[in-house]
Every structure is written in structure tokens, then in C-alpha cells.
Nanobody, 124 residues
Framework: QVQLVESGGGLVQAGGSLRLSCAASGRTFTSYTMGWFRRSPGKEREFVAAIRWRYGNTYYADSVKGRFTISRDNAKNTVALQMDSLKPEDTAIYYC?????????????????WGQGTQVTVSS
């Protein structure tokens, strides 16, 4: 059974940085795709970034491209989301998710395991 635990959220001023981490356990994740999604107040949950564990291919939403970086650490079984040049509109609960080999990494339905979420608040 896959378990995902996020950490690293918090309050930061606009223009600042935060690094989220997702600790994954319960499976061998070599064939998995790991993703980050977020839910802003009053909005639907949306795709942020994803990475294919085996080859390291990365994918980003247009809204975060060039500011966020997703990476994985094979030894620690963790996935990180480095968030730079943060904007108030990045304020959301950020969720880590895992998918056992998926084609469409931007679809929530592709992911069958989710973390509990971590709050990120960006003040203006």
C-alpha cells in the first residue's frame, strides 16, 4: 500500500522560495509517475508538476513553468518540488500523488494514491 507524506509548506512573501518534499513508501516506485497538484481557495484541484521516476522526465503546468522544479531522490524515496519566485496566486494546499505508470500525467484520475496535503501561503 502506497503511503505519501508531504512536508515543507508554510508562509512566505511574494518572490520568496519554498521546497516541498514527499516521502513515498510501500512500493518500489521505479515504474511510477509522481505528481504535485494544488487546490487554491474556491478552485478545483489542478495539476502542477510531474516526474517519471525511472527516466526523470518532467512535466509542468504553464503557470509554474520556469519557477518550479520537480525532482526525485532514488536513495531516499522522496520527490521534491522547489518553488521559486512565488506569487500570491500560488497560495494553495499542495498534494503529492503517485500513479503506477500513466500516459496522461496532468489528469488527477491517473493517480491512485494521494498525500494529505501541505498548506502554502504566499503573502503580497
Amino acid at each position: 500500500q502506497v503511503q505519501l507524506v508531504e512536508s515543507g509548506g508554510g508562509l512566505v512573501q511574494a518572490g520568496g522560495s519554498l521546497r516541498l518534499s514527499c516521502a513515498a513508501s510501500g512500493r518500489t516506485f521505479t515504474s511510477y509517475t509522481m505528481g504535485w497538484f494544488r487546490r487554491s481557495p474556491g478552485k478545483e484541484r489542478e495539476f502542477v508538476a510531474a516526474i517519471r521516476w525511472r527516466y526523470g522526465n518532467t512535466y509542468y503546468a504553464d503557470s509554474v513553468k520556469g519557477r518550479f522544479t520537480i525532482s526525485r531522490d532514488n536513495a531516499k524515496n522522496t520527490v521534491a518540488l522547489q518553488m521559486d519566485s512565488l506569487k500570491p496566486e500560488d497560495t494553495a494546499i499542495y498534494y503529492c500523488a503517485a500513479a503506477p505508470g500513466t500516459y496522461d500525467v496532468t489528469r488527477q484520475s491517473s493517480f491512485d494514491s494521494w498525500g494529505q496535503g501541505t498548506q502554502v501561503t504566499v503573502s503580497s
